[in-house]
């Protein structure tokens, strides 16, 4: 019986001390992989560690500091992320605008082939003119919209 509570002792203590290592690229990418072969693990100790010391050195502090500094990083990293995917997103909504608006202006452009050569024949492309100018500027309206969410993004990631 002893046996299995040093084993069981062991294990735990062995599952604490055990953690995977993190590397920061020159492009400013994290990865478990070396990125080359000067790359060296990042000191992530005490990260996230339900353990703290009772009493803190000068240098413990510093310590700290060093933490809380890699955590900004990663998380501003998370954020440049999530950011180039928000504008990936609003590229395609932008694609899908002038998408859908070509394909209505020439529905438009087809209805008004069979127009009679008339008044009531010209009355009616007109009023199909008029529909596609709609059409167009409705797009244009959100697509300048997407165009200033955009651009508010990437003023955000370059900062």
Known sequence: MEGK???SLLLFVVSLTASAE????ADGKYQAEPCDGESVPLDLSNVGSVFASPTKSNNDLSSDFSISDKKSEVSAYIRKQQIKREIADLEQDRKKVFKERDAKTNELRDRGRYANNN???ATWQQSL???????MQ????VVGTIDRQIEALRSELNQ
């Open 119 to 121: 008044l009531a024949g």
């Open 138 to 141: 409705q797009a244009d309206t």
């Open 22 to 25: 993190v590397y920061k690229c």
């Open 5 to 7: 509570a040093a084993l």
């Open 129 to 135: 003119a008029q529909e596609m100018t709609a059409v």
